[in-house]
């Protein structure tokens, strides 16, 4: 859900695609900016890539949001089926205040850093003096960080979680999940091949 807020914040700041640096970077402020709060908001772990702050975890949930057709694979733009996912999760964050703090956390980063795009917020993190989990917490400008070392490491930092979603609520978003994204889209060249078929088959005496 943090991904799907993050996304969504970057796009109503600017509706240009939103790239794989922008979204690396926008992720690892909304982490910064949780802890600010205590908070461990996106949950991703990032560690000092060629270029700054990278999480694989993150880029392969990117993929699997685009797989699952939660996001545009093109734009990253939130579809329809993301906004329902939003929009059914809302009730119970807005009944946690850890939730409500971490998408605050969110916000303030997609409206802060979202405009940038490509190597202008790559060049804006790297100017960031940020604490260093692999180093004890150390304070580092995030530009003279060693290669491939741990900055973020969620499960390091003694913070809160954001939320925990009820068994419930769990659940419903699981069977939601369990139909494919080709099946919900009414122009798929799958999901016509089925009706076809099916129609066929009703057809036959």
């Known amino acids: 859900m943090a991904l799907l807020n993050i996304l969504d914040g970057a796009h109503a700041e600017n509706p240009e ?3 794989n640096f922008s979204i690396q970077k926008l992720s690892f402020i909304s982490e910064l900016n949780g802890r600010l709060e205590n908070l461990r908001s996106a949950y991703y772990k990032f560690f000092r890539y060629k270029n700054g702050p990278y999480s694989s975890g993150l880029a392969n949930d990117v993929r699997q949001l685009e797989s699952l057709g939660l996001i545009d694979p093109e734009s990253r733009v939130v579809t329809d089926r993301g906004r329902f996912f939003l929009d ?17 956390a969110i916000n303030n980063a997609t409206k802060k850093w979202g405009k940038l795009r490509g190597w202008q917020i790559v060049d804006a993190v790297y100017a960031l003096s940020v604490p260093v989990d692999d180093l004890n917490g150390t304070k580092m400008k995030v530009s003279d960080i060693p290669l491939h070392t741990d900055i973020l490491v969620p499960w390091k930092f003694s913070g809160r979680d954001a939320i925990s979603f009820s068994e419930d609520m769990v659940s419903d978003l699981e069977a939601e999940l369990s139909i494919p994204a080709a099946h919900l889209d009414p122009d798929s060249p799958e999901l016509l091949a089925r009706v076809s078929d099916a129609l066929e088959a009703a057809l036959t005496f």
């Open 88 to 104: 059914y999760a809302q009730p119970e964050v807005e009944e946690s205040d850890t939730a409500k703090a971490s998408l605050q």
């Open 17 to 19: 695609t939103a790239d």
